[in-house]
Structure formats: C-alpha cells, structure tokens
C-alpha cells in the first residue's frame, strides 16, 4: 500500500495531506526545508517505506526507512513542528497555521490503524512524498 503527502512550503514550517487513494487521512506538520539538514530540516521529496516501531518515549509510531543522510525519522504526535519536531512528520486533524494543528491524538490513531491493518496483512507500507501542485 502506498500513502501520498503532498506539501506546501512556507518559511515557518511545511503543511501537507495525507492521502490513501482517493481517501484524506489527515493532515501532516513538518519543519521548513533547510536543505535536508539534521534536526531543523524536513527530509527530501521521494518514496520511503514505512515501519511500525516501538519506543518509550512515542509508543508505537511509525519509521521512514532509509532516509538521506538521516536516521530516526519518524511519523508521531506532534501539534507545533517547531517546538516537538526535530526532522520527524507529525499528524494533525486540522491545520492552525504552518507547521501547526490541532489534535493530533485522533490524526495519529486513525493513521496507526490503518498502517497496522496493512502491515499484519503482510504487506508492505510506503509513503510517496512530493510538492502540493495548485
């Protein structure tokens, strides 16, 4: 299965839609686009797998595999990209402002359920990141 996050850029953090098929998920928060670079970048446009992981400080969340010059790059819970993000996607139901949401709890399990669902199948989870097109 393939998820979609289409971006938008602004200087103050980076918005975007997640998608399954025609099917919005939710909304993602991420920090601006400082060329890829560790803990004050989002990460670069392109297709990674996703797994499930566990840690005590994000319970289960997911992993973005095989990143560019990064490591640990995560889908969790976040609602403020600047203040709980440190190169990591997180999830909102609603977008506040850029790099900003609301209720990322409901965002992040709806999201887990799906992901979960598709990984005990057997199958494997990528998500494809590109720029939002107007």
């Known amino acids: 299965m393939e998820l979609l996050l289409q971006r ?9 839609m997640l998608s399954c098929g025609n099917e919005l998920i939710c909304y993602t928060i991420e920090l601006p686009w400082q060329q890829n670079k560790r803990w004050i970048s989002c990460i670069p446009e392109q297709r990674y797998q996703l797994l499930l992981r566990y840690s005590k ?3 289960l969340h997911l992993l973005l ?11 969790h819970k976040a609602n403020n990209a600047l203040k ?3 190169g990591c996607i997180g999830v909102v139901r609603e977008l506040t402002g ?6 990322s709890a409901l965002a992040f399990r709806k999201l887990l359920q799906l992901a979960t669902a ?3 199948r057997g199958e494997r989870l990528w998500l494809r990141i590109e720029c939002l097109t107007d």
Request: proline residues 6%; positive net charge; contains cysteine.
């Open 118 to 120: 598709c990984i005990n």
């Open 57 to 59: 400080r994000h319970q």
């Open 84 to 86: 709980e993000l440190k």
């Open 8 to 16: 938008s850029y602004q200087a103050s953090g980076t918005n975007g």
């Open 98 to 103: 850029p790099g900003k949401g609301i209720n």
């Open 65 to 75: 595999k095989d990143v560019p010059n990064r490591t640990l790059i995560l889908i």
